[in-house]
């Protein structure tokens, strides 16, 4: 079954550090999109950065970056230089393969502490 | 400014009575989409329509109903037979067949009179 896995329910980080919140994929598609999106306190989604399984660079955006390894089926994300307003829920998704559909994983809380 | 508009934003149910969330899109996007969110959880899929007049089951599509009657508005309507509707609502439009992510509205949370 396609499923994505968020292990960490938690995470603290100080003010400009940076941090990385893990993902792991399970899907036998050669072909599937990966996304991380933030969810505020006030619970709208917002899309931060999105990699293709074919993509051979790791995709940036400012200050995300996502650490791509298809062997290992992980897209973990990376916030660098942490600011305050990131503390949020971030969710990790998969659009499989010949689908418009998105599966999420179960998130990870992310506190940014001064 | 292009988006898309959830509404209400606060919505209470009464045992036994059905009610509709508004869905609303001007991105002209042929893919829309209605997610469940409980508390500390992820979202989870309830129907998705992918063109106008045909939409399809999510993952927990028992005790909803929708309709596609235009491209920009997709309703979801929560059946008394959904027995714990208390949740948040999400609803979200996306090109088709496309890297481009899901655009997500503000979101509904409805509650149990």
């Known amino acids: 079954a396609q499923k994505i896995t968020q292990t960490q329910p938690g995470m603290f980080v100080q003010e400009k550090e940076a941090v990385t919140l893990d993902c792991t994929y399970d899907?036998?598609?050669?072909?599937?999109?990966l996304f991380w999106y933030k969810q505020p306190s006030s619970g709208e989604m917002i899309f931060l950065i999105y990699?293709?399984?074919?993509?051979?660079q790791n995709a940036t955006e400012g200050r995300y970056s996502l650490n791509f390894q298809k062997a290992r089926k992980s897209a973990n994300l990376v916030i660098s230089a942490s600011q305050l307003g990131d503390s949020a829920m971030y969710f990790c998704?998969?659009?499989?393969?010949?689908?418009?559909?998105?599966?999420f994983g179960t998130g990870t809380r992310l506190q940014v502490f001064p | 400014d292009g988006g898309i508009t959830q509404s209400p934003k606060y919505l209470f149910r009464k045992e036994g009575q059905n009610v509709t969330l508004s869905c609303e899109q001007n991105?002209?996007?042929?893919?829309m989409y209605w997610y469940r969110q409980d508390p500390g959880q992820g979202l989870r899929l309830i129907y998705y329509?992918?063109?106008?007049?045909?939409?399809q089951k999510g993952d927990i599509a028992e005790g909803y109903s929708v309709s596609r009657e235009k491209k920009e508005s997709f309703p979801l309507t929560v059946t008394s037979a959904q027995k714990n509707p208390t949740a948040f609502y999400l609803c979200?439009?996306?090109?088709?067949?496309?890297?481009?992510?899901?655009?997500f509205g503000d979101g509904t949370r409805l509650s149990i009179l």
């Open positions: 979200a439009s996306s090109m088709r067949y496309s890297n481009q992510p899901q655009h």
């Open positions: 899907t036998s598609d050669q072909s599937y999109g």
């Open positions: 990699q293709g399984s074919y993509d051979e």
């Open positions: 998704a998969m659009r499989p393969y010949n689908t418009d559909k998105l599966i």
């Open positions: 991105l002209n996007h042929d893919a």
């Open positions: 329509s992918q063109i106008v007049n045909d939409f």
